[in-house]
């Protein structure tokens, strides 16, 4: 039942993500048609057949039964819908042709922007509501990798101290990890490490992304967060052997240990006993402990790392909340276009990195389990900012096509002919369903692997 529940649970967020988004892109092309005279003969949340809806002025206003987008329907346009019944008819006042160039650019691209400012508000209301904490880097120390991490591929090692990525000295670090999504995705990207007393640079493969799709844990502010335990957990092994809260594991079977990723990696893969050197007080205990065979955990929680690191809470004003949703939807955007092109130019692999409705309902489920309803707004912010850029890339159907259309006109000074546009926005809905199999197949493909 539990189960059950889990998957009706992601069904539901994953609908209302998708009518979020959809809402506000239709949204755009809606009202710059409107300011600009433009009838809207159909405003659909969903493709056809049409389920419900209510006409009003010279608008339908319906949900449709197909859930993979929306679409709004200008009189006087070819779209998705491919009627062309207009063509035979000289243009009148409200017809989408009628309209000068610069009027039908603005329609087209103003869905996308208005995914665009969607993802700014929800990132500035985010920190305007919930703050922001970040840990001083200067309280963040020597690291631990583990030899299985993607981190020790490129060159990380345990005792490594970050000073620099990509030549600049980071001042503060985020809970979700030390380095940045638009950093993670720039070409090119190095780290400068502090070890043994001397700095050491590290550089990322091009493939880099490749690594993080099967790994996406890189380091975070746990990689540094020593192995002192906060509180041992009632009725598991480590309370039955002895072990107390405070206690500071120093050592595992005679091997130092300092770090708790790397105490929880020892744990994990323990065949059975374990002695345990703990420093309690002052005092070093040698304690067996037997890990758990079912959870393979031995019941300790560790040390807050807010506490630990001492957490700023940076929380801003409306103005300041607003700009800085701005400048985080400009990173996220960059850092998407820029994975983008590395699937584009074949850096990167397209099978590992790009994600259909099934991987999208996963991460919906998988952040909406760790984040919650702020995880969740992160998401459709994410998207948002996606399906903008997603919408431009130039294949007839798409935003993106149609301004290749505007652009040709205002070049030429003439249109495509209704039979070119026809023939290409065929071809283009032929394109996008088979993207659409495509990504769905490797969606499954990558689950089943994995």
Request: some cysteine; proline content about 5%; aromatic content about 10%.
């Amino acid at each position: 039942m539990e189960f059950i529940a889990g998957i009706g649970l992601t069904v539901i967020y994953f609908v209302i993500a998708l009518f979020i988004l959809v809402l506000f892109h239709e949204l755009g092309h809606f009202l710059a048609a409107k300011a600009f005279g433009m009838r809207v003969d159909q405003f659909s949340i969903g493709f056809p057949p049409r389920l419900f809806g209510k006409k009003i002025g010279d608008t339908d206003y319906c949900i449709s039964a197909t859930p993979l987008g929306g679409y709004v329907k200008i009189a006087g346009m070819i779209d998705e819908s491919m009627d062309d019944g207009f063509a035979a008819s000289e243009p009148k006042d409200w017809e989408y042709r009628s309209k000068p160039v610069w009027q039908r650019f603005i329609v087209m691209i103003a869905g996308v922007a208005f995914n665009v400012i969607l993802a700014a508000i929800i990132f500035g209301v985010m920190l305007f509501y919930y703050g922001k904490e970040v840990f001083p880097a200067d309280k963040v120390g020597s690291l631990y990798i583990p030899e299985t991490s993607v981190a020790w591929d490129i060159g990380f090692r345990t005792g490594d101290e970050l000073l620099e990525i990509n030549d600049v000295r980071p001042e503060v670090y985020d809970q979700a990890g030390l380095i940045s999504l638009s950093q993670l995705t720039s070409r090119n990207l190095r780290f400068t490490v502090l070890r043994d007393g001397e700095r050491v640079e590290l550089r990322a493969p091009e493939n880099f992304l490749d690594y993080l799709s099967r790994n996406p844990e890189f380091i975070t502010i746990m990689n540094a967060l020593p192995s002192h335990i906060s509180r041992v957990v009632g009725g598991t092994p480590a309370a039955e052997a002895g072990m107390k809260d405070g206690d500071k594991i120093i050592a595992i079977d005679g091997e130092p240990v300092g770090f708790w990723v790397q105490l929880v990696n020892i744990v994990e893969n323990a065949e059975g006993e374990l002695m345990i050197t703990v420093d309690r007080a002052g005092e070093i205990l040698t304690i067996p402990v037997t890990p758990d065979p079912n959870t393979r955990r031995i019941g300790v929680a560790p040390i807050d790392p807010v506490q630990y690191f001492g957490v700023e809470f940076v929380n801003k004003g409306i103005v300041s909340s607003m700009v800085g949703g701005v400048q985080q939807t400009w990173d996220t955007t960059t850092s998407i276009i820029s994975g983008f092109s590395m699937m584009f130019t074949g850096t990167i692999s397209v099978r590992d990195n790009l994600g259909g409705p099934v991987a999208i309902a996963s991460v919906t489920r998988d952040v909406t389990e760790t984040g919650g309803i702020r995880g969740f707004w992160a998401f459709v912010a994410f998207l948002s900012i996606t399906l903008a850029i997603v919408n431009m890339l130039p294949i007839p159907v798409l935003d993106g096509g149609h301004v290749v259309f505007l652009l040709y006109e205002a070049i030429t000074r003439r249109e495509p002919s209704i039979k070119v546009r026809m023939a290409l926005q065929q071809i283009g809905i032929i394109l996008i369903i088979g993207i659409f199999i495509f990504v769905t197949f490797n969606d499954i493909m990558r689950h089943i692997v994995n």
